[in-house]
Nanobody, 117 residues
Framework: QVQLVESGGGVVQAGGSLRLSCAAS?????????IGWYRQAPGKQRELVAT???????VYADSVKGRFTISKDNANNTVYLEMNSLKPEDTAVYLC??????????WGQGTQVTVSS
């Protein structure tokens, strides 16, 4: 079992920055095949923001390329999402995700990000 706890969300003006953290416990993130961030805005489907895939590197949604950066700190068992040049359309609950192939994914509870115009 992996427990994921997100933090770092908040309210920020358009153009601002936030850094989200996802701390893992119960297992090491380095043992996961995919780790990443998703987001879900009110009335919309959950969508991928960024992932790190074992052996395949990082993948970003087109809408965040060049603005967001995903990184992993194995020593602290934490994955980060650095978000710059935030836009109102980035407003959503951001959720951390970890996947071990052939097993059900693990999810955090999410952290709210609100970008005001």
């Amino acid at each position: 079992q992996v427990q994921l706890v997100e933090s770092g969300g908040g309210v920020v003006q358009a153009g601002g920055s936030l850094r989200l953290s996802c701390a893992a416990s119960g297992s090491t993130l380095s043992s996961m095949d995919v780790i990443g961030w998703y987001r879900q805005a009110p009335g919309k489907q959950r969508e991928l923001v960024a992932t790190i895939r074992r052996g395949l590197g990082t993948v970003y949604a087109d809408s965040v390329k060049g603005r967001f950066t995903i990184s992993k700190d194995n020593a602290n068992n934490t994955v980060y999402l650095e978000m710059n040049s935030l836009k109102p359309e980035d407003t959503a609950v951001y959720l951390c995700n970890a996947v071990k192939l052939f097993r059900s994914p693990f999810w955090g509870q999410g952290t709210q990000v609100t970008v005001s115009s």
